[in-house]
């Protein structure tokens, strides 16, 4: 069974731009998680999609939105970019069913670098 | 506030060695511990508890979880360099569907 898989890997912008990443969770999993790790902060949550819904958002500002397709494939798209958002962008996927105890797996990453 | 506390932040140890890494939490809606392993790369998982008191084992790594103190331990017998990483513990939040992290322990395994 495929992984779940992430674009691109590597990524440089430039102050104000915006960019989006894309993710395709494991085959079955119908919830994604986007998850922010930098070496001050560690990893923190972004947000969850389920069945096309936000179902949970962390504590980031507006620019950071996501959405979830009808394939259960996410994508997160962060605006106006600022240095401080230079960080490994991680996304995690699961079955997702209410009550479960189920293990986020996750993707490679997108390493973000903000110039 | 929701937390998770992971000690050591940072390991040396030679080739042979025993290590236990530790993870303590605060979570008010606990729904399971789950702990990774990160090299260069995603966390990779490695084990997810649930129940107090059952020990969790694949090779030569093992945890157990103390629901009622509220921590969990990672043990890793006869370490390998290919043990050297980031071992993250984490929280999964069952009323936010989010994992809550620690900070990690880095690990280094030295020949």
Known sequence: KAGVTQTPRYLIKTRGQQV??????????????????????????????FSETQRNKGNFPGRFSGRQFSNSRS??????????DSALY?????????????????????????? | EDKVVQSPLSLVVHEGDTVTLNCSYEV???RS?????????????????????????????????DKKELFSILNITATQTGDSAIYLCAVDDSNTGK??????????VKP
């Open chain 1, 20 to 49: 989006t990443l894309s993710c395709s969770p494991i085959s079955g999993h119908r919830s994604v998680s986007w998850y922010q790790q930098t070496p001050g902060q560690g990893l923190q949550f972004l947000f969850e999609y």
């Open chain 1, 75 to 84: 994508e997160m798209n962060v605006s106006t970019l600022e240095l401080g």
């Open chain 1, 90 to 115: 991680l996304c995690a996927s699961r079955k997702g069913l209410a009550g479960a105890q189920d293990t986020q797996y996750f993707g490679p990453g997108t390493r973000l670098t903000v110039l």
């Open chain 2, 28 to 30: 008010t809606n606990f």
């Open chain 2, 33 to 65: 511990l789950l702990w990774y392993k990160q090299e260069k790369k995603a966390p990779t998982f490695l084990f997810m508890l649930t129940s107090s008191g059952i020990e969790k084992k694949s090779g030569r790594l093992s945890s157990i979880l």
């Open chain 2, 99 to 108: 994992l809550i992290f620690g900070q990690g322990t880095t690990l280094q």
